[in-house]
């Protein structure tokens, strides 16, 4: 699907760089400069957010929890979706079968090898919340969202890198103290 964004953004620049298992890739850009927009297009994967799965989860007590029902959840989402994708292959073989911590722990590992990617690139994330993870259909963890995304071997003030927006609740305190807004959930 297409994503439109502002023009002004380097997002489009910094997903060109990564090509990982476990970040959503960019397949085109073009610029509408009469909208001032540029739409980015990047695959349908299907599946859903950590957030929302997170949400549609919140019922059952964290000790009672299991991959399966991570999955249950992100059926229910494909169920309810316009197109569905197949719903097989290693993730959803692990993750029917893990405890949920298990689970969280993988999903972790997943993003942070994403993200360890992304700093061999020198790009620095600025906005990695569960909003901005998505379960695809399959289970496979992935990456979003390289709006607020820096390259730091650029000469950066931290006066610069505060003013790149973030959310609050997940930013990391030095960054926070120098925040100008929230920019969502």
């Known amino acids: 699907p297409s994503h439109p ?4 953004g380097h997002e489009h620049l910094s997903l060109a760089r990564l090509q990982h298992a476990h970040i959503v890739p960019l397949y085109w850009v073009q610029d509408l400069a009469d909208r001032d927009l540029r739409v980015l297009c990047m695959p349908y994967l299907g599946g859903t957010t950590l957030a929302s799965l997170l949400g549609m989860l ?3 007590p ?15 989402v494909q169920a ?5 994708l197949p ?9 029917a079968q893990a405890t949920y911590v298990q689970a969280v722990c993988w999903i972790g590992a997943c993003l942070a090898d994403a993200l360890h990617f992304a700093h061999q690139r020198e790009l620095l994330h600025l906005d990695l ?22 390259d ?19 930013m990391a305190p030095e960054r926070a103290s120098g925040v100008v807004s929230d920019i969502g959930p």
């Open 58 to 60: 919140g019922e059952v």
């Open 5 to 8: 964004t502002p023009r002004k």
């Open 80 to 84: 309810e979706a316009a197109t569905t």
């Open 152 to 170: 730091w071997r650029l000469p950066v003030g931290d006066a610069l890198l505060g003013d790149t927006g973030g959310t609050m609740a997940y």
């Open 87 to 95: 719903r097989q292959g290693p993730a959803r073989r692990f993750l």
């Open 62 to 76: 964290l000790d009672r929890r299991t991959g399966r029902d991570l999955l249950d959840a992100l059926d229910q």
């Open 129 to 150: 919340k569960p909003s901005n993870i998505l379960l695809t259909a399959d289970g496979t963890p992935m990456l979003l969202d390289f709006n607020l995304a820096v």
